[in-house]
C-alpha cells in the first residue's frame, strides 16, 4: 500500500485542506476514485480539523470534508451567531459594560470573521503528480447570509439552532421559498411561536396560500401583458361619484392595461404617473385618486356596478380576457 501526497499549490503549502486555518500535521485517507481505494493519501490539516477523527470512516475526501464542514459550523455556532445578530457598527457602538463584555465588544467581530472564514473556504482542486484525482464541478453550496453550506443539511441545523427554531417547520418553508431566499423563510418562521404546534401549522397553511395568490397573479399578469385590448376611447363614458367626476382618460388607461383589481393597480402606479407625467404633479395625483375612488366603487358595490356603472359591458369584456 502506498502512501499518496496531493499535490499543493506554493500559496497553500501551509494550509488546512478542510478550513484554511495553519496545518500542522496530516492525515491520511482512503479514496475510492483513486486506484479503487487501495492507497491512502496523505492530506493537510489543522489540528482542529484532525481532532473531529472523521477520517478513518470516510469513504472519499468529498465525503469527509462535508462532514468535518458540518462539525466546524457546530463548533463556531456561537462565533458565527455575532454576524446573524449584530453588524460590526452595532457591536462597535454597543454599550457594553464590564470585563468580560468590553472583551467581546472588541474581539467579537474578528471571531465572527475567523469562523465565517473557516466555513466558507474552499479547498483547492485535487491532484497528484498533476493529474487530477476526479473530475473537477462546480460544488454545490447553499448560503444563508454570507455563509456558504456544503450541504442543505448543514445549513438546516445550524439555522435551526441559531435561531432557536422548530427544525421540521424551517424545512417546510424553506421548500417554499427556495434555498436562494434562506434569509425571507428564517425571518418568516421567527414570527411564528416556536413552541406553538398549532400557530405554526396555521402560519404554514396561510403561507402557501400566499404563495398561490402570488403564482396565480404572476400568471394574469402575463396575460395581460400578452393581450392587446385596444379599447377605444371613443366608447368609455365619464363616470361621477361623490360629486367626482373619473377622467375617461384614466378609466380608458385602466381597461387597457387589465386593471380589474386593486393589487394591479398598485402594480401599476408607477406606470400610471409615467404615462400621464404630461398632466403635472398636481392633476396626474388627481387622475389617479379618481380612478382609485372609481375602482372602490366598483368592486365594493356589485348592485352599483351592475345598474349604475355606464361602463358595465366593456368591464365584463375586459374581465373576460382574462378568465379565459
Not at 127 to 144: A, N
Request: glycine share 4%.
Amino acid at each position: 500500500m502506498d502512501l499518496l501526497d496531493i499535490d499543493i499549490p506554493f500559496d497553500c503549502r501551509f494550509k488546512c485542506w478542510f478550513c484554511g486555518e495553519n496545518s500542522h500535521t496530516n492525515i491520511e485517507v482512503r479514496d475510492q476514485e483513486v486506484k479503487g481505494g487501495l492507497d491512502m493519501i496523505s492530506i493537510p490539516t489543522c489540528d482542529e480539523c484532525q481532532s473531529y477523527g472523521c477520517h478513518p470512516l470516510a469513504s472519499s475526501l468529498e465525503e469527509l470534508k462535508q462532514t468535518i464542514k458540518d462539525k466546524i459550523i457546530i463548533r463556531s455556532s456561537k462565533e458565527l451567531s455575532i454576524g446573524s445578530n449584530w453588524t460590526e457598527k452595532e457591536l462597535n457602538e454597543s454599550d457594553f459594560t464590564g470585563n468580560a463584555f468590553e472583551g467581546f465588544k472588541k474581539s467579537g467581530w474578528e471571531m465572527f470573521l475567523i469562523a465565517k472564514e473557516r466555513v466558507n473556504f474552499k479547498a483547492w482542486d485535487l491532484c497528484i503528480d498533476g493529474i487530477p484525482v476526479r473530475e473537477i464541478l462546480p460544488e454545490e453550496t447553499f448560503e444563508f447570509d454570507g455563509l456558504a453550506f456544503s450541504n442543505f443539511t448543514g445549513m438546516l441545523n445550524y439555522l435551526s439552532k441559531t435561531f432557536f427554531l422548530n427544525k421540521n417547520f424551517l424545512n417546510r418553508v424553506l421548500t417554499l421559498y427556495g434555498n436562494d431566499r434562506a434569509i425571507e423563510a428564517v425571518k418568516f418562521c421567527r414570527l411564528v411561536p416556536n413552541e406553538s404546534e398549532s400557530q405554526r401549522e396555521q402560519a404554514f397553511d396561510d403561507l402557501v396560500e400566499s404563495f398561490r395568490e402570488k403564482e396565480a397573479l404572476v400568471l394574469r399578469n402575463k396575460k395581460r401583458d400578452a393581450l392587446e385590448l385596444n379599447i377605444s376611447i371613443d366608447s368609455i363614458m365619464p363616470v361621477s361619484i361623490r360629486k367626482n367626476t373619473i377622467p375617461v382618460l384614466s378609466i380608458h388607461w385602466a381597461m387597457n392595461n387589465g386593471v380589474i383589481d386593486f393589487e394591479t393597480l398598485d402594480m401599476l402606479e408607477d406606470k400610471f404617473f409615467e404615462t400621464f407625467s404630461f398632466e403635472g404633479d398636481k392633476k396626474v395625483f388627481q387622475m389617479f385618486n379618481a380612478l382609485e375612488i372609481y375602482m372602490d366603487k366598483r368592486l365594493s358595490s356589485p348592485v352599483w356596478r351592475e345598474t349604475k356603472d355606464p361602463n358595465v359591458t366593456l368591464w365584463k369584456y375586459v374581465e373576460s380576457q382574462f378568465n379565459n
